[in-house]
């Protein structure tokens, strides 16, 4: 199965990049709202620093959804520096908090897999299971895969 080169770079790297912009910026708006609160007495000394971390609780966890989404890697590389291996999958782990990728086929879940003890990023349709050869082409600094197959013996 094939997944997008220009799918992947969206979701990981344009869409997370423009969230953690839009929840810096966010963050930085309630922050600032919360110190006029402050300055101008409007909420009792008892409740504000509740208030003020219930304020803050929902910009900082899209922050920290979006930052643990981006890829950097994935800006250098190319669809023209792919690189194919074979090997057998030791390790699947699925992902905290994946990026949501419609793909025509289905919803893609997001795992790391272990091809001998190496770890890469996948978009599955189908799940990858423990045991199972495989042939991926990847890209190499993000190890990002565009291509898996899985072999039968």
Same mark, same amino acid.
């Given at each position: ?21 839009? $929840? ?99 978009? $599955? ?29």
């Amino acid at each position: 199965m094939y997944f997008d080169y220009d799918t992947y770079y969206n979701s990981l790297v344009v869409q997370s990049g423009l969230g953690i912009i839009f $929840d810096i910026f966010i963050f930085i708006i309630v922050f600032i709202l919360i110190i006029a609160l402050k300055k101008n007495n409007k909420l009792r000394n008892k409740i504000f620093p509740i208030v003020s971390l219930a304020m803050l609780f929902i910009p900082a966890t899209l922050l920290i959804t979006h930052v643990s989404q981006f890829n950097p890697k994935l800006i250098w590389d190319e669809r023209e520096t792919t690189i194919y291996i074979e090997g057998k999958v030791t390790d699947v782990k699925e992902i905290k908090n994946p990026p949501r990728m419609m793909l025509k086929y289905g919803r893609a879940n997001p795992h790391y897999i272990t091809i001998d003890n190496q770890v890469y990023y996948i978009m $599955d349709i189908y799940e990858v299971q423990k045991g199972d050869i495989v042939t991926i082409e990847y890209l190499p600094n993000s190890k990002v895969i565009l291509y898996v197959q899985i072999n039968t013996e």
